[in-house]
């Protein structure tokens, strides 16, 4: 498959439901122990888990749509336009290429999927929120007419050739803005080419249930650089980028989607990239560093996956992330502007870290706790908000990725669900945790 084929159609794609593909000249054949496993084998050799074939329909309470809204608005009022980028699931993404004779893989409902995907669009679209629907254009994609595939064969990822019909539709939407007009310019060109799809760990997990090596397929790969400047010159190296992608494995070079952006809208895009970091670790990341605060991008892109709606603990861990997020897009707020200030050395495992003053009457989510910790290990811990009255306390779990380095600086909401006074807070660490904790409560209008 060329590239200008490619590129062609995506820009003349419509939202389609290609026909079922019917030959299969890359047959692939796993073992019982990994079908007894919740494995199946599509059509091509495209491996996927029965949780890839899921209808349910996703965890979207009106909190969590109201989150997203209010973080975006938070931005916004700093001169940042937020989009988002929700992944599809594979099922959605590949079902042309579902095997027919597999009973599980027949009984599935593109339609309901597709709808699910769509309508989780549109909830965020409602809160005011450039919402990029990355599905349709990959379904309507004529893949019959090429060797490529939109999906990863051996792992949960988009193919880099989907990725590319995805970096397209984000920058449909980035063009339509106002504020694209004022984006410095540069020159990039694409180039493909062909190399083996690696090993991933789902594929060396059905490797060893199966007892067997499998051959690896080829894959079109895809990789930008700028034209006219040295080609060892870094295209991220500079101060500012008015563009920055935070994101999961989706965004990693492999899939050149930040590569592919940069091309379509002919500026600098950024790339904070933490594969296997889950939905909040690039953004939280990216939020909490002075990078953000001091250079502010014009447009925020943050890619996830929807696959992480339908993991177990996906409410809680949903809610907790934005109560983590929301209060590190606001400005730094210095103890000179904090309402409360607290200093503690780490004794036990449990202990007082802030009180607040009696006559404060603080509760509500318009108030956020600021951590500092000088043990940079310490990346787990349970923090307690602890309100005036009976049954008034509000644990929240924190935990921050192992794959970035810990700036010691944790921010975390307090809950909008108690309209008691908050009286003080404590927190749970691991044993053998050391050294300071300084905190801060912040207020409305920092």
């Known amino acids: ?194 190399g083996e799809e690696p090993r991933s760990p789902l594929l060396r997990h059905i490797e060893e249930l199966c007892d067997t090596t499998y051959p690896l397929y080829d894959m079109l790969s895809f990789t930008t650089e700028r034209i006219g400047v040295d080609a060892s010159i870094d295209l991220l190296a500079t101060d500012y980028s008015p563009v920055v992608l935070v994101g999961t494995s989706n965004s990693n070079t492999r899939f050149n989607l930040v590569g592919s952006l940069s091309e379509m809208l002919e500026t600098e895009v950024d790339g904070i990239v933490v594969p296997g970091g889950g939905k909040f670790t690039s953004i939280e990341t990216y939020l909490t560093s002075d990078e953000f605060h001091e250079s502010k991008p014009t447009f925020l892109i943050w890619e996830f996956p929807l696959m992480q709606f339908y993991l177990r603990g996906a409410e809680a861990a949903l809610m907790n992330g934005f109560r983590r997020i929301i209060p590190a897009a606001h400005a730094p707020c210095s103890i000179a502007d904090s309402l409360a200030q607290g200093s503690t050395t780490v004794s036990g495992t449990t202990f007082d870290v802030l009180s607040i003053p009696a006559g404060v009457n603080i509760f509500g989510d318009d108030y956020y706790l600021v951590l500092e910790v000088s043990d940079r290990s310490l990346v787990e811990f349970a923090t307690h908000f602890i309100h005036e009255g009976e049954d008034a306390q509000d644990d929240v779990q924190v935990e921050r990725s192992t794959r970035v380095v810990n700036s010691g600086v944790f921010t975390i909401e307090l809950s909008r669900h108690l309209k008691q006074r908050l009286e003080r807070v404590s927190i749970t660490v691991p044993q053998g945790t050391r050294g300071q904790i300084s905190s801060r409560l912040c207020g409305p209008g920092l």
């Open 1 to 194: 498959m060329k590239m200008k084929r490619l590129v062609l159609l995506i820009a003349l794609m419509i939202v389609a439901h290609p026909v079922q593909a019917t030959s299969d000249p890359q047959k692939r054949v796993v073992c019982q122990a990994a079908v007894d496993d919740g494995t199946l084998v599509a059509q091509r050799g495209i491996l996927l888990r029965r949780i890839h074939l899921t209808t349910d329909d996703l965890y979207r309470p009106q909190e969590l749509l109201e989150n997203y809204g209010r973080l975006a608005r938070i931005l916004d009022a700093q001169g940042v336009a937020l989009v988002l980028v929700p992944i599809p699931m594979r099922g959605p993404m590949m079902h042309m290429f579902l095997d027919p004779e597999d009973e599980f893989q027949a009984t599935y409902d593109f339609d309901e999927a597709y709808a699910n995907y769509q309508q989780f669009v549109e909830d965020l679209r409602s809160t005011g929120i450039m919402t990029v629907d990355a599905l349709s254009p990959i379904v309507g994609f004529d893949w019959g007419s090429t060797e490529e595939l939109p999906v990863m064969r051996n792992d949960y990822h988009w193919s880099p050739s989907g990725a590319r019909i995805g970096a397209e539709a984000v920058a449909n939407v980035i063009r339509n803005h106002p504020h694209y007009s004022s984006l410095p310019t540069m020159t990039l060109r694409t180039t493909e080419s062909i």
